[in-house]
């Protein structure tokens, strides 16, 4: 069973950066997809970026194309999201999921009910 453990979140003014880092343990890291949902009161869960097992590709809303970006380091079994140019509408609890394998096809890394492991979330907050 993966272990799932999201730190970094916090309070930031519009046009901020934040990183999160999503540490995994119990498991081979490098057999896992992992990727990173978010959930805004009152809102659905929602993708936001994945990445593959071997870290050659990558997934992202178009929400946040150009200001966000996922990135793996199978040596400290860690995952990051670095988020650049935050806007209030970012505001969310941010999940790490995972998933033993790879996905058949890009599509369906945006899907949360192909994750197996969640962690148990980091809050964002962008003030406008």
């Known amino acids: 069973q993966v272990q799932l453990v999201e730190s970094g979140g916090g309070y930031v003014q519009t046009g901020g950066s934040l990183r999160l880092s999503c540490a995994a343990s119990?498991?081979?890291?490098?057999?896992?997809?992992m990727g990173w949902f978010r959930q805004a009161p009152g809102k659905e869960r929602e993708f936001v970026a994945a990445?593959?097992?071997?870290?050659?590709?990558?997934y992202y809303a178009d929400s946040v194309k150009g200001r966000f970006t996922i990135s793996r380091d199978d040596a400290k079994n860690t995952v990051y999201l670095q988020m650049n140019s935050l806007q209030p509408e970012d505001t969310a609890v941010y999940y790490c999921?995972?998933?033993?394998?790879?996905?058949?096809?890009?599509?369906?890394?945006?899907?949360?009910?192909?994750?197996?492991?969640w962690g148990q979330g980091t809050q964002v907050t962008v003030s406008s």
């Open positions: 990445i593959t097992r071997s870290g050659g590709n990558t």
């Open positions: 119990g498991v081979t890291f490098n057999s896992y997809t």
């Open positions: 999921a995972a998933r033993y394998g790879d996905l058949s096809g890009s599509i369906w890394y945006t899907v949360g009910r192909f994750y197996n492991n």
